[in-house]
């Protein structure tokens, strides 16, 4: 796999991950390490994935990177900003898609207008570029209830990708979904990751996961415990 090449327009931002590990309970008689110290340096616009089988501590790594989780040991930079509180200039995408029920496909995109105050006409311009460019135009103004697993995935991953963040982390996204939906899935994916070239690190525990798409694949082991 050899690494994307430079493109002019790239969002995204390099991340740095030096000696990174997580020890849950650090401070009760049973602490217990979820995380021996990892590093890996990546690059802006890079498209790589962490593969791993269960309980090896991809999810605890990437809360870590995007700020979310405090670390045991460890530096994490992105562009130069050291990690010290939630990251904001970023897409998060999780295994169950989150949708809000009583909201609109629209809506429930738009949400990260309301939340990041946001220019709400120009991000529901950008929305209704994304719902064509997937073809989804018709869930457009569905409720949650009124599609289909794969439509609500796909729906939730315009909201991830709306507001054009510099780094994109998803944590098995397609894990829920059935085979031949996960490859609409996962083109979506591409289509939009060409778009604007945020840096995304993707999480899977098969290798199958999302080869096609990565430049380069890091393998967490698991802990002998
Ligand atoms: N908040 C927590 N407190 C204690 N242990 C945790 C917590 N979160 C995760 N773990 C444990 O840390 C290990 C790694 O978890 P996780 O990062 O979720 O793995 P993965 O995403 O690779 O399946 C697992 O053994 C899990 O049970
Ligand atoms: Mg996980």
Partial sequence: MTPSPQVQNALGLDISIKNVGKVF???????????????????????????????????????????????????????????????????????????????????????????RHLDKKRMRERAQDLFLKLHLEKAMNKYPRQLSGGMRQRVSLIRT?????????MDEPFGALDALTRLQVRADLEALWLDTRPTVLFITHSVGGAVGLSDRIFVLRPEPR
């Fill in 25 to 115: 309970g650090e401070t009760t008689p049973n602490p217990f390490q979820a995380l021996k110290p990892v590093s890996m340096d990546i690059q802006a616009g890079e498209f790589i994935s962490i593969v791993g089988p269960s309980g090896c501590g991809k999810s605890t790594l990437m809360l870590m990177a995007a700020g979310l989780l405090a670390r045991s040991e460890g530096d994490i930079t992105i562009g130069s900003q050291p990690i010290v509180a939630p990251f904001t200039d970023i897409g998060i995408a999780f295994q169950d898609h989150l949708l809000l029920d009583f909201r609109t496909a629209m809506d429930n995109v738009l949400l990260q207008a309301d939340i």
């Fill in 161 to 169: 990708i709306v507001h054009e963040p510099s780094v994109l982390m």
